[in-house]
């Protein structure tokens, strides 16, 4: 129901913009959230937006270089990656919740993840 796209291999200081592709059931009304988990990591947050697209929040590490947006009539969310650093490398996934929050626990829908692997 949740399908990522968009990753890939960069060099580090480039830019890369992942998205997550809503299908057989409406998201507009959730919280939708990015994570990402890097090999031997658990997953940590990214970044996540409140249906209505007035409320932001990003992880300290990606604050600044990092922008989540979403697009209700699409049924997509996006998250647009600049500065990056090699630190950075990971699986992201996209994620749905009916509450805010940064805490894998709380999501109840999740996609199937997509690489993003950046050189130095």
């Known amino acids: 129901q949740l399908q990522a796209s968009g990753g890939g291999l960069v060099q580090a200081g480039g830019s890369l913009r992942v998205s997550c592709a809503a299908s057989?059931?409406?998201?507009?009304?959730?919280?939708m959230g990015w994570f990402r988990q890097s090999s031997g990591k658990e997953r940590e947050f990214v970044a996540a937006?409140?249906?209505?697209?007035?409320?932001?929040s990003c992880a300290d590490s990606v604050k600044g270089r990092f922008t989540i947006s979403r697009d209700n009539a699409k049924n997509t969310v996006f998250l647009q990656m600049n500065s990056l650093k090699p630190e950075d490398t990971a699986v992201y996934y996209c994620?749905?919740?009916?509450?805010?929050?940064?805490?894998?626990?709380?999501?109840?829908?999740w996609g199937q993840g997509t690489q993003v692997t950046v050189s130095s």
């Open positions: 994620a749905a919740s009916r509450r805010f929050a940064d805490t894998p626990t709380a999501y109840d829908y």
């Open positions: 057989g059931r409406t998201f507009s009304s959730y919280v």
């Open positions: 937006i409140r249906w209505s697209s007035a409320g932001t």
